[in-house]
């Protein structure tokens, strides 16, 4: 690997993890991937739209767990590749297709997913209204979108914004839940589960031993000492960055069934309590 110390300071958290090769999982990861699956109805002739899918962890969970079809796209290359390898490390290869695609204009056809899942992407692109009608063209009438947005639960300070706006090298608007379920709602998109969670306070040796074992993955002992000790300088700030940014976070695991007419009028709703 021919990477310097100088290489490694100009990186921001993207470029990072793709060079550690840590996996880039929705929120709530595993478990969310089950409920989405599972309150979707995906069956092994479903067909599932993977947004951002990154190195693939959604795609490749969906084709073990259900057997069905996925297309997975991200604007990255690199990340597609690691997905490529993963879903051949898994024997799903043959299920996953993974495309380069940005999905503000995917070129995929209209009604054609059982499910269009975005995880925790919409937050990322430069138009999200644009994104929302692309994932809603993309999913069958009946079909659901599924999407996992962050959200801040408490005000986080101006400086913390500053610091993860940086490290992620996205400008980054503090948004709320009610931001999201107005967002995804409409008599079109008819809200079908809203699971909330926060996420757990991480204690600081928890992060440090987190980021020990992922400095020790083999593929790295190529690079020269330099290059690890900027590696693990800068990796282990980010790391302690998000920590105190998803302590004020949490995350709503949201379905909703795309109706080609809008939905019913429905008069005494519920929400669940316990
Ligand atoms: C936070 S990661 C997503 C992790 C996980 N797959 C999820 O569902 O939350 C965001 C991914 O979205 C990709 N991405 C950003 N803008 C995109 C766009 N316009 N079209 C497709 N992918 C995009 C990025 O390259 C990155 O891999």
Redesign the pocket.
Known sequence: MNITAADIGQMDYNELIGLVRET???PGGLRSISAVARHAHLSAASTVLD????TG??AVELARIVGCRVTA????AH?LAEGRRRAQQAGVENLISFEQ????DSGLPEDAFDLVFC???TS??GDKERGLAEYTRLTKSGGFLGA?PMYYVDSPSGDLIARVSAAIDVPIEPLYRDFWLDFFTSPQRNLFLAQDYRFDHIADDVVDDFVDQILSRPHLAELDSGAVAALESRYREFMHLFQENLACMGFTVMLLRKEATGAEPELFTATRVG
């Open positions: 880039n999982r929705p947004v951002g899918t990154s962890i959604t796209i991200d604007i990255n990340s695609r940005d999905v503000l995880g925790n992407v990322l692109l996992i």
